[in-house]
């Protein structure tokens, strides 16, 4: 009776928008989700669910113990011992990352971010009229490096410090030293920090990544920690981030608005974390093992065939860095790559000025369809 006839209105079957966004021609390889199947027991538990009819209002995340759950997966995962009333449940980190400006900074202060950087970093910064502070990452031929004495001259007026760790776009998973000179920075000024570690799983060396609050005491009392499943389980569309706040105080500001302007987590959504945290290691597991591989072929591929382009792998994450700045064709490398290659990138200055000449290559997808994208990406940077 109140079939609508989808066609009719031009409109396609729902997909997501790393598939739409471009023809059915284009291989994308620009959005941070991953082109390979979720895990089978994500899968299962999910048409389970919808088979069953269970679409209804859910439980809250509390009494499905999805805090508990949360507690046991950083320590087992990062080595981190929290308490699970510390955890508190968002719609997504970007929420986290915003929620946070609006809490712990007025209008006019100063938040500081270290470009090339996730691109929201930049503008929810801008959107809530807060002041944005540059302490730009330093290009060094070992990778990239934080500039400290340029952050510690503006951790003295910057009211908040966005950091991202994984690093996004360049793969850096900063070490434990580095970490420590970072804390030390941000507790002698006070700094209040939101550690965006949504790509905590994705580390593909042998360095483990390191919750920035698990450094100590002082740094965890003024610290937000950001966490989700959505990028190592690849449902970033399902919708679902973990926060972590230990202060009193920091907790008091983050709840000073009704917590129903935020919204609640999707039933589904509390299911399919549910089960990536408890049973998604083995997929993950092999996940890593394909990014490892995929990373070398890419490190090797670039040496080998793309002799203007310089590839720094970083530690963690499936996006590639690549420095294209001396490709001759550098101001229209990404156009020329979508409309030659068919492979759709992200242009490097999405990330702050300092991306200029770079692009950003997703390599998150089975090895030989990785394979075919590279001989397709060789037309353009393959030069003599
Ligand atoms: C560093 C970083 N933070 C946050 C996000 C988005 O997370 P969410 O979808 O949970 O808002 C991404 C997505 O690519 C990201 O790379």
């Excluded at 299911?271 to 945290?277: G, N, S, T």
């Excluded at 394909?290 to 890419?298: A, E, H, V």
Aim: aromatic share 8%; proline share 4%.
């Amino acid at each position: 009776m109140n079939k609508i006839k989808l066609k009719e209105l031009g409109i396609k079957t729902i997909q997501g928008i790393k598939d739409s966004k471009y023809g059915d021609d284009v291989m994308p390889a620009w959005i941070a989700d991953m082109n390979l199947e979720i895990a089978p027991c994500i899968k299962t538990g999910l048409i389970n669910m919808v088979e069953n009819s269970i679409c209804g209002y859910p439980q809250t995340p509390y009494d499905l113990n999805l805090h508990k759950i949360f507690k046991h997966y950083v320590k087992e995962h990062f080595d981190w011992k929290i308490s699970s009333e510390n955890v508190i449940f968002l719609k997504d980190v970007v929420q986290g990352i915003c929620r946070s400006i609006y809490s712990f900074t007025n209008k006019g202060d100063s938040v500081l971010i270290q470009p090339p950087v996730y691109q929201p970093f930049h503008s929810l910064v801008n959107d809530t009229g807060r002041h944005l502070l540059y302490n730009p990452l330093i290009r060094t031929e070992n990778g990239y490096q934080i500039d400290f004495e340029d952050f510690e001259k503006k951790a003295k007026s910057a009211k908040l410090f966005i950091f991202c760790n994984p690093q996004n776009p360049t793969g850096r998973v900063f070490s434990l030293k580095e970490l420590i000179r970072l804390t030390d920075i941000c507790v002698a000024n006070k700094l209040i920090v939101v550690s965006d570690e949504i790509h905590a799983d994705l580390v593909l060396s042998r360095c483990p990544h390191i919750p920035l609050a698990s450094i100590g005491k002082d740094i965890a009392r003024q610290t937000v920690t950001l966490m989700s499943a959505s990028k190592a389980y690849n449902i970033a569309g399902i919708s679902l981030a973990f926060g972590h706040l230990e202060s009193a105080e920091l907790k008091n500001l983050f709840a000073s608005q009704a917590e129903a302007i935020y919204g609640n987590q999707s039933i589904l959504a509390l299911e399919a974390v549910r089960i990536a945290l408890t049973e998604g290691g083995e997929w993950l597991k092999n996940t890593l093992g394909i990014l490892r591989k995929n990373r070398l072929i890419l490190q090797k591929h670039v040496e080998q065939n793309w002799n203007h382009v310089k590839y720094l792998p970083g530690e963690g994450t499936y996006l590639a860095w690549l420095d294209c700045r001396n490709v001759p064709t550098t101001k229209s490398l990404p156009k020329q790559l979508l409309s030659q290659s068919k492979i759709a990138v992200t242009e490097g200055d999405a990330f702050g000025a300092e991306g200029e000449g770079f692009i950003r290559l997703n390599f998150a997808r089975n090895t030989n369809e990785f394979l075919t994208m590279l001989e397709k990406m060789d037309k353009v940077l393959r030069h003599g």
